[in-house]
C-alpha cells in the first residue's frame, strides 16, 4: 500500500488514471466430462496434446496442482484433474481480450484436449 501511495504522489495521477494504464484480462473457468476407464491415461494425453501443438507458444510449464501452462501473450490454461469426479477442471485467463477472444481461446484448448477422448460439457 505504501508504495501505491508513493507511486500515486509521485505521478501526480489518479487511481483511476493508473487503472486505465493496466492492460485488461478475462478469465473463464469450466469443467471437461472425461469419458472413459482409465481417467488418469486419458488426462495426461490430453495434456500431452495441448503442449506438443502448442509447443511454440509455451512460455512456462508448471505442474503443481495440475498443469498451468504459461503462453508468450501472457495468457495462461491451468488444467486439474478432479478427485471426486471424473472431469478436468479447466481455467483460461486471456490478457487484453474481450470475453469472446477469451471463449474462442477456451474452445480452441478443449479442442485440442477433445481430440484424445471425452466430450465437452
Known amino acids: 500500500m505504501t508504495l501505491l501511495l508513493f507511486y500515486l504522489a509521485w505521478s501526480g495521477k489518479s487511481i483511476l488514471e ?8 478475462y478469465m473463464i473457468k ?3 466430462e472425461i469419458a472413459g476407464e482409465n481417467v488418469e491415461q486419458i488426462f495426461m494425453e490430453g495434456v500431452k496434446r495441448i503442449l506438443q501443438k502448442k509447443e511454440g507458444e509455451i512460455e512456462a510449464l508448471y505442474t503443481q496442482d495440475g498443469y498451468k501452462i504459461h503462453f508468450k501473450d501472457f495468457s495462461w490454461v491451468h488444467l486439474r484433474l478432479s478427485n471426486t469426479e471424473p ?17 474462442d481461446f477456451l474452445h480452441r484448448i478443449k479442442t485440442l484436449f477433445l481430440s484424445v477422448n471425452g466430450k465437452m460439457n
Not at 18 to 25: A, I, N, S
Not at 87 to 103: H, L, S
Open 18 to 25: 493508473l487503472e486505465k494504464e493496466l492492460p485488461w484480462y
Open 30 to 32: 469450466d469443467k471437461i
Open 87 to 103: 472431469i478436468v477442471r479447466i481455467f483460461v485467463e486471456k490478457r487484453g481480450a474481450t470475453k469472446k477472444e477469451a471463449e
